[in-house]
């Protein structure tokens, strides 16, 4: 062991209760010079073995705990058997030819500290957003490789949080070879372009796949406004499950593109309107214009990615919920995200209260949603729950 992390008196609680981050306050001393990423062993005060990690010298997270077994050690065996395991959880999907990208490994929650591996179709993206993941790429590969047989595995990094970790960002072909350009995925049966090299977080936004369905429900013979549309995903569900009108909005002209691409490849005749701006001006445009809808999405980007953007964000998510409210027929339906970890679902349900008291408006929460089963919420891990969506009747 190249070191041992031994805690303050008082701070094994989190350990012992399986917590899988131990933060720089919490270390009373580090005994031996561990390097960025090598395997810590973690003391309680007394001096009694509590767990192993990997140590992450720049980040405040500075241990990312991997077992709690002092026989395991944090070796290539220990990775291949947390693969095999997280694709023994995903058997259905896998087994499912009517969905062909989901995701593989959900790091911690996946007691894979750091590691994100999607398929998509043929093809593997991993994201490693720890020193102690970014170190063991090796052995994540081959045990992919071993277990699943693509045709490439292709490293995307999130660079906000490598950032953190003193790493650098890196996009590259980690094995095998890369599709010419964007690939076609399916999910539940509809065709979806995605560009494994270019496009957002891996390629897709795949812990929204059974929301859209969920949503798409409430969409026939609808008249459907979708804000934040990226590659138009929820657009083809409900356009597909009868959809009378669509339109879709997105800041980003590439990402519309892609999503009239998309309904092409679906053969779609549901009118659908594709407008690139500024969700937050095009809400109020719309507003201005006296428009209305049956069905209005709301699926915005994270908007806080530290604690001190909260109140801001909290702001932003009010001011497109009550707009969206306005914007709603009598008996409409509001489909509403928010994909920030660190806003508490119950903080978002009080901001869309906020919103259906200023619009006063009588909003029914109809269903409660979350991430999709392949992005798993570990119970000793919150933080592993990020995604929260409302569908409410809006009167
Ligand atoms: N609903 C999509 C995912 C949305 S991701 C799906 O199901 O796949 C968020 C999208 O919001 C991105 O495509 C980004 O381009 C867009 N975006 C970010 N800020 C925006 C803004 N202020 N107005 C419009 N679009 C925005």
């Known amino acids: ?38 395997a810590v062993d973690v003391h309680a005060s007394d001096g009694a073995w509590l767990a192993r990690g990997t140590w992450s010298g720049h980040s405040q997270i500075r241990v ?8 395991e050690a944090i070796d290539a065996e220990l990775i291949a058997r947390r693969v095999r395991r997280a694709l023994a959880g995903r058997r259905a999907l896998l087994d499912d030819p009517q969905t062909t990208a989901y995701r593989l490994i959900f790091s911690e ?27 063991r790429a090796q052995a994540l590969v081959e045990a992919l490789v071993d277990q699943l047989q693509p045709r490439g595995i ?54 929204q796949r059974e929301n859209r369905r969920r949503v798409a429900a409430y969409c026939r013979g609808a008249e459907v406004l979708s804000c934040f549309s990226y590659t138009g995903g929820f657009e083809i569900a409900a356009a597909v499950a009868g959809a009378a009108r669509i339109l879709a909005i997105d800041s980003s002209p590439e990402a519309l593109a892609m999503a009239a691409e998309n309904l092409r490849r679906n053969v779609i005749t549901t009118p659908v309107e594709h407008v690139a701006g500024n969700v937050f001006n095009e809400l109020r445009r719309l ?10 999405i709301l699926d915005p980007p994270k908007f806080v990615h530290n604690r001190a953007q909260i109140e801001r964000a909290s702001r932003g998510y009010k001011d497109i919920n009550l707009l969206a409210m306005q914007l709603l027929r009598p008996g409409g339906i509001l489909a509403t995200f928010s994909c920030s970890g660190l806003l508490s679902a119950d903080l ?25 089963p392949d992005h798993p919420v570990l119970l000793t891990f919150p ?10 009747r809006v009167w």
């Not at 990312?64 to 026989?71: F, V």
Request: net charge negative; proline share 4%; with cysteine.
């Open 1 to 38: 062991m190249s070191g041992v992390v031994v805690l303050q008196p008082g701070r094994e609680r989190s350990v012992l209760n399986r917590h899988p981050w131990i933060f720089a306050g919490a270390i009373a001393r580090v005994d031996g010079d561990p390097r960025d990423g090598a």
């Open 348 to 372: 978002f349900q009080k901001i869309v209260w906020g919103a259906a008291v200023d619009a006063q408006r009588d909003v029914q929460i109809l269903e409660r949603l979350t991430q999709a």
């Open 109 to 135: 929650a996946d007691s894979l500290p750091g590691v994100i591996a999607d398929r998509y179709g043929d093809w593997i993206v991993v994201q490693l957003s720890t020193v102690g993941a970014a170190l």
């Open 287 to 296: 507003r201005a214009e006296g428009r209305s809808f049956d069905v209005i």
């Open 64 to 71: 990312r705990l991997w077992s709690w077994d002092p026989a």
């Open 154 to 207: 292709y490293e995307r990094s999130d660079a906000e949080m490598r950032a953190r970790e003193g790493l650098e960002r890196v996009d590259r072909l980690l094995w095998g070879t890369l599709p010419d350009g964007p690939i076609e995925i399916l999910e539940h049966g509809q065709r979806l372009l995605v560009d494994l090299t270019g496009g957002h977080k891996t390629g897709a936004y795949l812990d």
């Open 383 to 392: 933080e592993s729950e990020y995604l929260k969506g409302l569908i409410c």
